[in-house]
């Protein structure tokens, strides 16, 4: 099971003229973790925890009560509305239900981790970034995600991230692909600026 839990803020641009891809992502892992999780995977987390790419909570598994914190003020934290949350069944059902019930709640939907799902998401991504289309926020972790990150292809030619065949740690791409998903959901918001998470 994976030690990191990623979470990306994402951004389409207003004007249909610009067409960009804003991306902030962010990931939570546990504090205890931090050397063990560092020396694995020949990265820095204690930089990337300095420069703010990720955070260290709890103790041996991450405080998920830290990371609903966090969400929940995001529209707070950064000036935006939230549009909505897509999620990972098998990492954050818990989470996304408290976010439902929570006193301003968040609309989340699953994101079927299959690449029938995930394809149309992660040809535009790749797509954004061969463009020049796609910004992010500085961040040594997306960075060394990407790094890491091998597209395959099914049987129906369907593009998808690879984890297994993958060069170590793909977490964060895969967020901001889940990311890409949920914005492809809300075009139909008639071009207004957007987030989803």
Known sequence: RSTLFPYTTLFRSASPDEDMIYAKVTGFIPKERVETKTQAER?????????????????????YGFVEDYLLNIEQDFGVMIQGAGFDRYNAMS??????????PIECTEVKQHSSVLHPATKLLYEYVCKGRFRYEYNLLLENNFSNARCTEDTNLNKYVNKK?????????????????????????????????
């Open 43 to 63: 990265f820095d987390y204690k930089k990337a925890i300095r420069h703010g790419d990720c955070y260290a909570c709890g103790d041996t598994i991450i405080d």
């Open 95 to 104: 989470t996304m239900q408290k976010l439902e019930s929570a006193d301003d």
């Open 165 to 197: 065949r993958s060069n170590g740690k793909v977490d964060m791409v895969v967020a901001l692909i889940n990311a890409v998903y949920m914005m492809m959901q809300y075009e139909i918001l008639d071009g207004d600026e957007f987030f989803v998470g």
